[in-house]
């Protein structure tokens, strides 16, 4: 009897936080989940746009066979993917390194991490523009390492294979710290017993890194890869500020081509669907990633 | 009597408005006619200029002594135009009221058109307002029969030179491509200067405006008379681009020029690395005001476009610019109207002219003889030919990206120019045949 009352009462509590929260729920419905179901719905319909808002005509295939049919589309998911890929092994390779030597210092630690925080909080777009005068073909400091080393004058940006490599260049430059922090707060986490007892055992470094640290940091790295991937496959601005998409359409990623799509082509219906899509992509792509990654774990663990 | 048939005015300007009609709707009364003397209208404008005082507020300093009653809002714009233009796309179709006049580019009428995002101005303003302006200016703001834009100001790609580095090797200025080709191998390989000809390459409008210069001199189209189908993948489009392909082989202009936009090649012909330059209509005053970071102040000279040899000379420059346009929501059409009648009439036209060094419309204006005289650049537009890009269409965003990323894809190197031609020509055809709608 003392525990339906305690029910009860949870059952009212539950319900006074709900109505509490209401309002607030009801703004982030307003500003995130309509506008993610209108995407949806305009991706499924045909759009005109207007000087009167858009108008959402019948139920139509259209965009998406638009979409599928288009080479543009299929270049630009395979850069993302590329793009992602790649830039999130750099990253996560680079940020667990970097976290595990910053775990060994002691007082430079605070200053290290300050330090490595300012490519992080840096706005993307000023980053790209730093990059912008880094890249420059006639005054930019690459080129004239470059040409300092009588490797001739490139020009990074105008040119497809070196243009996508500074993208990515840019893209680890600016957020390896951020995958430091998380795999050193995981790092800090893991009991000193266990490396005493490996110690005591007589294991090397690279063994007690594989059989004790890697696995203890499973979760954490997981969840780096997953932020990581999340904003990755949403690549955006730095193409946009450093190449536009060129030379030719080689750095146009999904999110330029939704844009360009939507807004300077008033496509509103296709440029939906790219978006959709594109989201669609990307939660799948983890889903798969977190199953993957917890079936090995459990595999190793039993 | 004239406050009663302004307030007459007013009052049809207000049931107009209310009925919010867009640029399609016929509901609206096309009895005003832009004599309001006075209300409170926002204009949404990108800076002009850079350097010195700001045109826009002198203009509207100047406008509302003329119309103490009226009262002009400037909203700053983004300065880059895709922005711009989406920030406006987003605004209007939204059905905001404000702003009730926006600066917009010379190439969007057929989109803003289509998509009723401007107010037809030849449903309130008669012929002869129109036919005040330089050829082509108004034809240009035409879609569907009706004008969208009041021309503003007007732009033109120019040729820059350097008059020292000429003087020294005894060169004249190039009337044609070729000359200019050979003049700018010539001064790199006797290191007068780093590059020889800077112009704007990268992947992105400007380059759409530079191809169209060396297709209009070789005789070629971008589209046919009934604007739904290619004619780019031509003769002339090919010696275009195998020519502009050459500048870059022939060490006559750096391979940076594919990553060029104008701030790019200006300040690399500012800062005295290049001998010749291709930009639009502030490059001189920018290249030889003291107070600029410029490096070449008094060196510089400016000329028409050169054309091919053996064809016309000069060549011919992209119409660029800037037209006034009237949301369609706006509740103030009829100080809209005065608001632009002034910002486009002879008093705002010469000063933007004589003291800003901006092309002007007014055909009056453009040839009068202290115009002319008060700058070289203006000297040089007078004798100027004169194209427009392909912008009748609304597809118009589609057909140039095509036409920037396969020219920037040749000029890379990674294409050749047939085959990047073909491809430019299929997409254009897509964009602009059945819906045009499409990736």
Redesign the interface.
Known sequence: MASSSHDAFRRRQARLGWALSAPALTVIAAVTIFPICYAIAMSVSNVS??????SLNGLTG?NYS??FN?P??RYALFFTVLYTVVTVAIEVALGTAIALVLERLTWARGWMMALMLIPWSMITVINAQLWGYIY????GVLDDIFSRLGLG?P?I????VPAIMALMGADVWKTTPFVVIIVLAGLVMIPRDYYEAAAVDGAGGWTIFWKITFPQLRPTIALAVLFRVLQAFGLFDLPFVL???????STQSLAI?AY??M?????F??GAA?ATSTALLVVIGCLVFLKVFRAQAGTEES | MATAAASAVLLAATACGGSSSSGSGTSSAPAVSGSATSGTITWWASPITTSGSDPRTVLIKKFEKAYPKIHVNLQSAPTDTDTNRSSLITTISGGATSPDVYMGDVIWPGQFGKAGLAAPLSKYLPKSYFSQFAPGLAQGATYNGQVYGAPFFEDEGFLYYRKDLLAKEHMKVPTTWQQLESEASTLTKKKDAKYGYVWEGDSYEGLTCDFMEYLGSAGGTVLNSGMNGSTLNSAAGKKALSFMQSLITSGASPKAVTTMQEPQAMSAFASGQSAFLRNWDYGYSYANTASSPSKVVGKVGVAPLPGFAGGTSPGTSTIGGWNLYINPHSKHVAADLTFIKWMTGATAEKTLATQFSEIPTLQSVRTSSGVVSSNPVLAAAAKTRLIPRPAGTPQYAKVSQAIYTNVNSALTGSAQPGPALSSASSAINSAVSSSGSGL
């Open positions: 746009a207007t000087g009167s808002g858009f259209n638009i979409m288009a543009q589309w420059n073909p006639t005054y004058a020009v940006l105008g040119t497809k190449t536009n998409g060129g030379p030719g359409d081509l360009n799509a807004f300077r082509d008033l496509d219906g296709p790219v």
